[in-house]
């Protein structure tokens, strides 16, 4: 379950990165560390590391903000 609960928010992420690229970045690569931001309160969820390797993206879940985190509790 874990596993495949991190794979739907990596997934969500690329899309979402990949969609809104030349919002985000200076330049026209993906490569590099982005913030996953929840759609209703606007807070942080995760850091995703996106690294390229022989012309193949690949993400990496760095660090995930928990419900409580983001609610504002400690």
């Known amino acids: 379950m874990r596993i495949s609960k991190q794979f739907a928010v990596f997934t969500l992420t690329t899309a979402a990165a990949l969609m809104s690229s030349t919002a985000w970045a200076d330049d026209s690569s993906l490569v590099g560390l982005w913030r996953n931001v929840d759609d209703v309160s606007g807070k942080p969820r995760a ?14 879940v760095e660090k995930s903000f928990s419900a409580r985190t983001r609610a504002g509790h400690a």
Do not use: A, D, V
């Open 47 to 60: 850091l995703i590391r996106i690294t390229e390797s022989n012309g193949t993206l690949q993400g990496k």
